[in-house]
């Protein structure tokens, strides 16, 4: 049982490059989220998936977009990135979107935009 | 609008001893839940304990427990004959009606002193 996984770990991109990043949770767990941690503030909601085949913008949508592909896997991508994307981003995922449930977190990945 | 804050963003305490990190909150809510999270140097976000604002009593799990006062909107972490991987940010979580996002507060780094 791997809980929540993200792929890749780390990752270096130049100003507009486009790329996805990709999460998924083996514990049938209906919701998914999308985060990012900057120095300071803590974790902020970018996107997140109720269930499969639903997506909502979160805190700070801009330049993101998300794809719920199935109830395993939800994806994040920057379109053309920029250096304000910098950050850590994880995936989390909990069983329903109740606020009594736990949200599980993936190891998060560091992106850098140069 | 619901606000989560943490004021102390850095605590240390001695190995075997007990220290307590702050967090409040701003909610027009009669029901509620409340979460600590631990981040380790690994980054992984792990559930600490969590609070329903419903219960008057505190929670506890093992050497972790909680002040929860309601009507100050304040939800303190106290972890009690502190081990050195404690060391970690705590973050302080409140899930917000309707959408159910998680407000995260800015986090405390605790360190632990051999």
């Known amino acids: 049982n791997a809980g929540v996984t993200q792929t890749p770990k780390f990752q270096v991109l130049k100003t507009g490059q486009s790329m996805t990043l990709q999460c998924a949770q083996d514990?049938?767990?209906?919701?998914m989220y999308w985060y990012r941690q900057d120095p300071g503030m803590g974790l902020r909601l970018i996107y997140y998936?109720?269930?499969?085949?639903?997506?909502d913008k979160g805190e700070v949508p801009n330049g993101y977009n998300v794809s719920r592909l199935n109830k395993r896997e939800f994806s994040l991508r920057l379109e053309s990135a920029a250096p304000s994307q910098t950050s850590v981003y994880f995936c989390?995922?909990?069983?329903?979107?109740?606020?009594?449930?736990?949200?599980?977190f993936g190891p998060g990945t560091r992106l850098t935009v140069t | 609008a619901q606000t989560v804050t943490q004021s102390q963003p850095e605590m240390s305490v001695q190995e075997a001893e007990t220290v307590t990190l702050s967090c409040t909150y701003d909610?027009?809510?009669?029901?509620?839940?409340l979460f600590w999270y631990k981040q380790p140097p690994s980054r992984q976000m792990i559930l600490v304990i969590r609070?329903?604002?419903?219960?008057?009593q505190n929670a506890t799990e093992n050497r972790f427990s909680v002040n929860f006062q309601k009507a100050a909107k304040s939800f303190s972490l106290k972890i009690s004959d502190s081990q050195l991987g404690d060391a970690a940010m705590y973050f302080c979580?409140?899930?917000?009606?309707?959408?159910?996002?998680?407000?995260f507060g800015t986090g405390t780094r605790l360190k632990v002193l051999a």
């Open positions: 909610t027009s809510e009669s029901d509620y839940y």
């Open positions: 989390a995922s909990s069983e329903a979107l109740s606020r009594g449930y736990e949200q599980y």
């Open positions: 609070q329903e604002a419903y219960k008057q």
């Open positions: 979580a409140y899930p917000t009606s309707g959408t159910y996002k998680y407000i």
């Open positions: 998936s109720a269930s499969e085949g639903t997506t």
């Open positions: 514990m049938n767990h209906n919701s």
